[in-house]
T-cell receptor
C-alpha cells in the first residue's frame, strides 16, 4: 500500500477563497506530481517536481502554484478559487529509477475533490 | 493535445467474460503502464511494461508492449464484479523532455453484471 496522503479529501468553498491542498509521502521519493482529473476523465499533469526546490509546470495550464521545500511535502495552492477550478486533484510520487532500473510507477494519493461555488 | 487514444471508452459485460482494451499513439513510448481507479480513489498500478514486445501477466490480467512502441493492450480474463472501475493506460514518451512524466489515456469504464 502506498504511503502518500492527501488532505482534505473533500472541500467545498466559495469563489475568491485561497486554498491549499496538502500532499505528503513517506517513501523518500524525489519525484512528485499533481494531476487534475474531472469525473471519469483522463488525468492531466499540472505540476511536477524532481526534488527539493524544483518545480515545473505540467502539460495542462493551471492557475495553481506548488512548492517543494521538503522532500516529503508538495502542497498545491490556489490564491483565488473560481468555479472553473472545481475538479479532483491527485498527488503522486515516484522513485522512477530503482537499483534495478527504470520503474516508472507512480504511487497516487486518494485525491482531493474540490468544489468551488 | 491528446497523445494517447484509449479504447473502448466504456464496456458493459457479463461476469465471466473476457475483456480487452488498448491504447495507441502516434508517438513512440519507452514505458507503458496500466492503472485501475476505483470510485473516489487514486489510480493503482496493475502492470508495467518496459520493453517492446514484452508480454506480462498479473493473475487474470495480461498486457503487452507493442512492437512498434506506439501501442499497448490489456486483457482481463474471466471477469468478476470487483473488476468494475476505470482502467487507464499511461506511458512515458521517448525523448529527454518527457523523462519522469507520464501521459494518461482517456480511460475505459468497465461495468460487470453479475
Amino acid at each position: 500500500e502506498a504511503d502518500i496522503y492527501q488532505t482534505p479529501r473533500y472541500l467545498v468553498i466559495g469563489t475568491g477563497k485561497k486554498i491549499t491542498l496538502e500532499c505528503s509521502q513517506t517513501m523518500g521519493h524525489d519525484k512528485m506530481y499533481w494531476y487534475q482529473q474531472d469525473p471519469g476523465m483522463e488525468l492531466h499533469l499540472i505540476h511536477y517536481s524532481y526534488g527539493v526546490n524544483s518545480t515545473e509546470k505540467g502539460d495542462l495550464s493551471s492557475e495553481s502554484t506548488v512548492s517543494r521545500i521538503r522532500t516529503e511535502h508538495f502542497p498545491l495552492t490556489l490564491e483565488s478559487a473560481r468555479p472553473s477550478h472545481t475538479s479532483q486533484y491527485l498527488c503522486a510520487s515516484s522513485e522512477w529509477e530503482s537499483e534495478t532500473g527504470v520503474t516508472g510507477e507512480l504511487f497516487f494519493g486518494e485525491g482531493s475533490r474540490l468544489t468551488v461555488l | 493535445g491528446q497523445q494517447l487514444n484509449q479504447s473502448p471508452q466504456s464496456m458493459f459485460i457479463q461476469e465471466g467474460e473476457d475483456v480487452s482494451m488498448n491504447c495507441t499513439s502516434s508517438s513512440i513510448f519507452n514505458t507503458w503502464l496500466w492503472y485501475k481507479q476505483d470510485p473516489g480513489e487514486g489510480p493503482v498500478l496493475l502492470i508495467a511494461l518496459y520493453k517492446a514486445g514484452e508480454l506480462t501477466s498479473n493473475g487474470r490480467l495480461t498486457a503487452q508492449f507493442g512492437i512498434t512502441r506506439k501501442d499497448s493492450f490489456l486483457n482481463i480474463s474471466a471477469s468478476i464484479p470487483s473488476d468494475v472501475g476505470i482502467y487507464f493506460c499511461a506511458g512515458q514518451r521517448a525523448g529527454g523532455t518527457s523523462y519522469g512524466k507520464l501521459t494518461f489515456g482517456q480511460g475505459t469504464i468497465l461495468t460487470v453484471h453479475p
